[in-house]
Every structure is written in structure tokens, then in C-alpha cells.
């Protein structure tokens, strides 16, 4: 082999061996750049996820204070309707008993709840009032039941009360202490 050989004969394998080199960095750079891009892409999926994860959490958060607010909207609005109501129903119970009260059924009340007081305390000292707009029915209800009827200085709303200062009893058969009973201990359920 001539010089010309051998230098051809190196040169060859020294391209062969350069280029045998070269494809394997760009092998594995190659590799190198599909590693990266596959983490690059993994990362950037994640961080998606995440994005994705938080607009819905606000989104979720978002609805729920507007539900909230709705809720309370419309708990107001009933409570406010639930009022009218129980006023309507009371207006109407007002009426009823304003006809009630002109009735024979109240005296005949009226003398029940006189009989009832006088027997809490039979042998004690019983003073029993009676509304001021009932005082035409004083002589009878006293000739009915045997007790003297004290006409009360004010108004409560008709019916009758009765006081045993000796047991410290108060006996309220007042129609505006049981209206009021019964309007605070009244709730309308829908």
C-alpha cells in the first residue's frame, strides 16, 4: 500500500469513525431533546391540570356565594310573606273575636273563668277585675257567681284577671295576654 492508499485507507476510517460519532451524539442528543420534550410536555400538562383545578375551585366558590346570596334572598322574601301572613291571620282572629265578644258565649266565659279563679284559693282573699268595656256585665256576673267584680282602672283587651295577693298568684284570662301568647308562639310553616 502506497502513502496515497494508507492516507485514503485513514482518512476513510477516520470519516467512518467521525461520521459513526457523529450519529450517535446526534443519537443521543436526539434522545436528550425527546426526554426534554416529553417532561417539558408533562410539565406543561400538570400545570393544566392545575390551572384547570383552580378556575373550576373559583368557578365552585363563585356559585356557592351566589347561592348563598339567593338563599338569603329568598328567606327574606319568605319571612317577610310568613309576616303578612300571620298579620292577615291575625286581623282575621281580631274580627272573629270582636264578634265573639258580643256574644252569650263570652259572659258565659266570662263566668267560667270567674268560677275557676274564685276555686284556686277558696278561703283566701281574691280580688277579680274585669275589663272597663265589660262594666254593664258587672251586676250579673256578680249575681252568677257570688264574687265581688272590681272594674280594672285600664283596658286589657277584654276577659278578666284576678289577684291573690296572699299566694302572690296573678290569674290572666286577658284576651290581649293570650293574643300576644299566641302570636309570639305562632309559626307558619310552609
Do not use: C, W
Not at 476510517?13 to 442528543?29: G, H, I, L, P
Not at 400538570?46 to 329568598?74: C, D, M, P, T, V
Not at 286581623?91 to 270567674?114: C, G, P, Q, R
Amino acid at each position: 500500500m502506497t502513502t496515497d492508499d494508507k492516507l485514503r485507507h485513514f482518512m476513510d476510517v477516520s470519516m467512518q469513525s467521525a461520521m459513526s460519532k457523529k450519529e450517535s451524539m446526534v443519537r443521543e442528543y436526539k434522545a436528550g431533546l425527546d426526554i426534554q420534550f416529553e417532561n417539558y410536555k408533562e410539565d406543561a400538562k400538570n400545570r393544566y391540570r392545575l390551572q384547570e383545578k383552580a378556575a373550576i375551585e373559583g368557578l365552585r366558590r363563585e356559585f356557592s356565594k351566589e347561592f348563598s346570596l339567593q338563599q338569603q334572598h329568598i328567606r327574606r322574601k319568605l319571612t317577610h310573606k310568613k309576616d303578612e301572613l300571620k298579620e292577615k291571620i291575625f286581623k282575621e282572629v281580631s274580627a272573629l273575636l270582636n264578634d265573639f265578644l258580643s256574644s252569650d258565649d263570652y259572659t258565659a266565659l266570662l263566668i267560667k273563668e270567674i268560677k275557676f279563679s274564685l276555686s284556686v284559693a277558696p278561703a283566701e282573699e281574691i280580688t277579680i277585675f274585669i275589663d272597663p268595656l265589660d262594666e254593664e256585665k258587672k251586676d250579673f256576673l256578680e249575681t252568677q257567681t257570688g264574687a265581688d267584680i272590681t272594674i280594672s282602672a285600664y283596658s286589657f283587651g277584654r276577659g278578666m284577671r284576678a289577684i291573690i295577693p296572699s299566694k302572690n298568684i296573678l290569674i290572666d284570662y286577658s284576651f290581649n295576654s293570650k293574643l300576644h301568647e299566641i302570636k309570639d308562639d305562632y309559626t307558619i310553616i310552609l
